[in-house]
């Protein structure tokens, strides 16, 4: 059978991954890749935002730049909207393309729903929620984190995000680089034109594979967690930043949670940045609860990691596996196969878990009445929102 078939890229042994929490952790690390560079530099981001976080990558790439690093950005256009014109103009130089990932009519809001609403037309809700930095072929970084303050507030460090990237060598890189070229050459005005990627097997490295879902077209992301969800024997650890979840997800959860699996939500508590998201995913909660599912919610900041660990087996990357997000968006995955790596994401989780308020069915049949009302309106908007699919050109 050819390996692209139902996946776009095949397992690859070899590998070494490191699990980096949060940003006081992998921005250095991301920081000193690019410090290190030689060659190019490849940054594929969804959010990126003028601020003190997106000041140091540009230094970065600006002192890369003038030692001869060729540099290539993919950025989508939505997700971009808050780089002001004065960072634009501080990029905009030799050494350094930027590409902007389905370029919308107007960063106007109120025109692009006049589009969707009464042309009904959706081209642009396509985003390229993908992020990725990777550096000569030889080491990459991917994850959930945009280029923004929001990230790290530079006055409140008690507020960054909690979030995981995932540190990446090894022959999958090679796949990481086709998957930004594809997506660059779409909107480039020329195609790029790098070396074949070809980095070092690590020795006693772990398997590992990328997987994509493309807005619809390739689903291979939600096809694979579907298939390990099925195979669990033990436990199933599931985190995300927005739990809105297909009906197919939650009946294979439930499943496993019927047949003995240890099944866990760990999900964002009252410190989020969209409380309708939040409220929303707040209508399977009952129904989760009673199949057997725990539900945990994190406390002290906001959660938006997306990562979920099947027996052994990872996947971690820019998926959160919400309903839009499957619908519209380019993501990617890093998937993972490797007992010592599952043992390293057991032990974050179980950190996770200790900052975690666990919901119970008990409590949560006690809920008051304004918090059933946030749910049943943004309940109504989520159904809203999904209706939108069938408007589509």
Known sequence: MNPYRRYKFPWRPGNRFDTLVDSTVFFPRMLDAI???????????YLVASGAVTDRFIAALLAAAARGVRIYLLLDDFGAQRLTPHDRARLARPGIEIVYYNPLHSHSRLYNLYRILWLKTT?????????????????????????????????????????TMIEIRGPVLADWQRLF?????????????????????????????????????RMGIQRSLLKQIKRAEHRIWFATAYFIPSWTLRRKLKQAARR???????????????????????????????????????????FHAKTVLCDDWITI????????????????????????????VAAMFEADFANSVEQTAAAWARRGWRQRLLEWFWRRVERLSLKIRHRRR
């Open 317 to 344: 990357g820019s998926c959160n596996f919400d309903r839009w997000n499957l619908q519209w968006n380019l993501e990617a995955n890093q998937e993972i196969d490797d007992p010592a790596m599952a043992g390293a």
């Open 260 to 302: 003995g699996v240890d099944v866990r939500m760990l999900l964002p508590g009252p410190i989020t940045d969209h409380p309708g998201a939040r409220y929303a995913s707040h209508r399977y909660y009952a129904r989760l609860l009673h199949s057997g599912l725990r539900i945990f919610e994190y406390t002290p900041r906001f």
């Open 181 to 217: 070229t594809e997506s660059r050459d779409r909107y480039a005005e020329q195609p790029l034109a790098l070396p074949a990627a070809k980095p070092a097997t690590v020795s006693d490295g772990g398997k590992g594979r990328v997987t994509v879902n493309e807005a619809r077209r």
């Open 35 to 45: 410090a290190a560079a030689r060659h190019y530099i490849l940054l594929e981001m």
């Open 123 to 163: 081209r642009g809700l396509y985003r390229d929620h993908r992020k990725l930095l990777l550096v000569d072929g030889e080491v990459a970084f991917a994850g959930g984190a945009g280029l923004t303050d929001e990230v790290e507030p530079p006055h409140a460090p008690e507020l960054q995000w909690r979030e």
